[in-house]
């Protein structure tokens, strides 16, 4: 199994500023025939399901604000916050569909103010 | 509206069972890989197991954790896809969450997800 680990578990970032969440995987998820990285970036607010963000790393789903941003490739990936909004208050996830069964998720990272 | 709604869950006895389903509304639900996530109390996310598409054989796979007690299913004319848990175990209860992939090949990101229901599995 692919094991997904992110960092920090939970970061707290003043209105305005940048928040930087980091995800690392145990083997690469980068498939050499499309060369596409199968990682996804979820939100999840209390109380709600989780909603997708970005995926193929970098691809912003739709009706995404552009604050949102994803970088890196193989193993190593980031999720970029530009400048933290109130309503970013979540625990955000990866998820790597590279290999499946199972997919997995990392622990999340709770993102406060 | 694309959608997924849930029904089913609440509270079972350990050993009993429980079926939970999924509608989807607003897309061609047969042409699509459904998931089942789920969330233990404040806990991560951890998947259950999918089914795939028909004209991809219909086959389903699942976590470690779940293989050999739980059974997912579709019946694509109704629109909706279940998830029958036998054998529940006190470490089953969690919130639920239905999912449906995206259509890329091998696999896909989550893009839709329902409302998710709580099963509670206790004495």
């Known amino acids: 199994d692919i094991v997904m680990t992110q960092s920090p578990d939970s970061l707290a970032v003043s209105l305005g500023e940048r928040a930087t969440i980091n995800c690392k995987s145990s083997q690469s998820v980068l498939y050499s025939l499309d060369n596409k990285n199968y990682l996804a970036w979820y939100q999840q607010k209390p109380g709600q399901p989780p909603k997708l963000l970005l995926y193929?790393?970098?691809t912003r789903h739709s009706g995404v604000p552009d604050r949102f941003s994803g970088s890196g490739s193989g193993t190593d990936f980031t999720l970029t916050i530009s400048s933290l909004q109130a309503e970013d208050v979540a625990v955000y996830y990866c998820q790597q569909y590279f290999s499946a069964p199972p997919y997995t998720f990392g622990q999340g990272t709770e993102l406060e103010i | 509206e694309v959608q997924l709604v849930q029904s089913g869950g609440g509270l079972v006895q350990p050993g009993r069972s429980l079926r939970l389903s999924c509608t989807a509304s607003g897309f061609t639900f047969g042409d699509y890989v459904m998931n089942w996530v789920r969330q233990a109390p404040g806990k991560g996310l951890e998947w259950v197991g999918f089914i795939r598409s028909k004209a991809n054989g219909g086959t389903t796979e699942y976590a470690a954790s779940v293989r050999g007690r739980f059974t997912i299913s579709r019946d694509d004319s109704k629109r909706i896809a279940y998830l029958q848990m036998n054998s529940l175990k006190t470490e089953d209860t969690a919130v639920y969450y239905c999912?449906?992939?995206?259509?890329?090949?091998?696999?896909?990101?989550?893009?839709?997800w329902g409302q998710g229901t709580m099963v509670t599995v206790s004495s």
């Open positions: 999912t449906r992939e995206g259509l890329w090949r091998p696999h896909d990101a989550f893009y839709i």
């Open positions: 193929w790393a970098s």
